[in-house]
Nanobody, 120 residues
Framework: QVQLVESGGGLAKPGGSLRLSCAAS????????MGWYRQAPEKPRELVAV???????NFSDSARARFTISMDNAKNTIYLQMDALKPEDTAVYYC??????????????WGQGTQVTVSS
């Protein structure tokens, strides 16, 4: 079983910054990729950023110029540095990972979500 534990959400002012963390724990062989999705009220969940074990990254158009995603492989942890925050970034942010278990099964795992609110 894999657990993803998120931290770092909260309240920020427009133009401010927040840093989210997500740590993966459990019995697994490898993390193929991890990333962040977000869901605002009455909107579908959308991809924010993803990082592969190779270091390759992908971002949504809204995040590309303002957010940075990084991974600490030794800690099985990813970070999302969010700068120049806008009110439209307000959402619940979910950590996601595609992981290869010790059983040889590849699974998708989700964190519990962390609230990010951008407001003056």
């Amino acid at each position: 079983q894999v657990q993803l534990v998120e931290s770092g959400g909260g309240l920020a002012k427009p133009g401010g910054s927040l840093r989210l963390s997500c740590a993966a724990s459990g019995s697994f062989w490898d993390i193929h990729h991890m990333g962040w999705y977000r869901q605002a009220p009455e909107k579908p969940r959308e991809l924010v950023a993803v990082i592969f074990s190779s270091g390759r990254t992908n971002f949504s158009d809204s995040a590309r110029a303002r957010f940075t995603i990084s991974m600490d492989n030794a800690k099985n942890t990813i970070y999302l540095q969010m700068d120049a925050l806008k009110p439209e970034d307000t959402a619940v942010y979910y950590c996601y990972a595609e992981i290869l278990l010790t059983t040889g099964v590849r699974v998708d795992s989700w964190g519990q979500g962390t609230q990010v609110t951008v407001s003056s």
